[in-house]
């Protein structure tokens, strides 16, 4: 194991990232990956995925009450997504900026959701706001033994 990667472990944390069915549905798939990849975060989880109304209500419990959660539900809902688990010193905050505002049209450019698309039921990704909220939709989105944990060939090309 590389000494520089134990020294960063206290830092290191989760998030997850989604592209959601709009962006599914418009080929932004790659697109979307290729930010969190070439950015040098490390991905530990990937998949192609149809939720349920059930999980879709539980990853966005916190907006329950909202009047626009009954159309949140059917936008998640309405076509595979792509579920993602990233991990990085700092990646949650990161990960939150390279998405950008949840309006994209306040959102700015160069970033996804400021380059990619123009109104909020189509923001086209998802992205934890909190490392407990990380943990949690990993948990929620992925069974064990869909994560791997690894270390990249450029891991000492990334971090002193
Ligand atoms: N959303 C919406 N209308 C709103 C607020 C949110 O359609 O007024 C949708 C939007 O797709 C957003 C998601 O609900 O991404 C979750 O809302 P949140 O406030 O958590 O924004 P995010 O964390 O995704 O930026
Ligand atoms: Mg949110």
Same mark, same amino acid.
């Given at each position: 194991?590389?000494?520089?990667?134990?020294?960063?472990? %206290?830092?290191?944390?989760?998030?997850?990232?989604?592209? +959601?069915?709009? !962006?599914? =549905?418009?080929?932004?798939?790659?697109?979307? *990956?290729?930010?969190?990849? +070439? +950015?040098?975060?490390?991905?530990? !989880?990937?998949?192609?995925?149809?939720?349920?109304?059930?999980?879709?209500?539980?990853?966005?419990?916190?907006?329950?009450?909202? /009047?626009?959660?009954?159309?949140?539900?059917?936008?998640? /809902?309405?076509?595979?997504?792509?579920?993602?688990?990233? %991990?990085?010193?700092?990646?949650?905050?990161?990960?939150?900026?390279?998405?950008?505002?949840?309006?994209?049209? =306040?959102?700015?450019?160069? /970033?996804?959701?400021?380059?990619?698309?123009? =109104?909020?039921?189509?923001?086209?990704?998802?992205?934890?706001?909190?490392?407990?909220?990380?943990?949690?939709? *990993?948990?929620?989105?992925? +069974? %064990? !033994?869909?994560?791997?944990?690894?270390?990249?060939?450029?891991?000492?090309?990334?971090?002193?």
């Amino acid at each position: 194991f590389l000494p520089h990667l134990v020294a960063a472990m %206290e830092e290191v944390e989760e998030t997850y990232v989604m592209v +959601k069915p709009d !962006g599914v =549905q418009r080929g932004l798939v790659g697109e979307i *990956i290729s930010r969190f990849e +070439k +950015k040098g975060f490390l991905l530990k !989880g990937l998949k192609l995925f149809q939720c349920s109304k059930e999980l879709a209500e539980e990853h966005y419990k916190d907006l329950k009450g909202k /009047t626009f959660f009954p159309k949140l539900i059917d936008y998640i /809902t309405s076509g595979p997504v792509v579920c993602m688990a990233w %991990e990085g010193v700092g990646v949650v905050a990161s990960a939150r900026k390279l998405i950008g505002a949840t309006n994209p049209l =306040q959102a700015e450019p160069g /970033t996804i959701r400021g380059d990619l698309s123009v =109104q909020m039921g189509r923001n086209v990704v998802h992205g934890s706001d909190s490392p407990e909220n990380g943990k949690r939709e *990993i948990a929620l989105w992925f +069974k %064990e !033994g869909e994560i791997c944990s690894w270390v990249p060939v450029q891991a000492p090309w990334l971090r002193e």
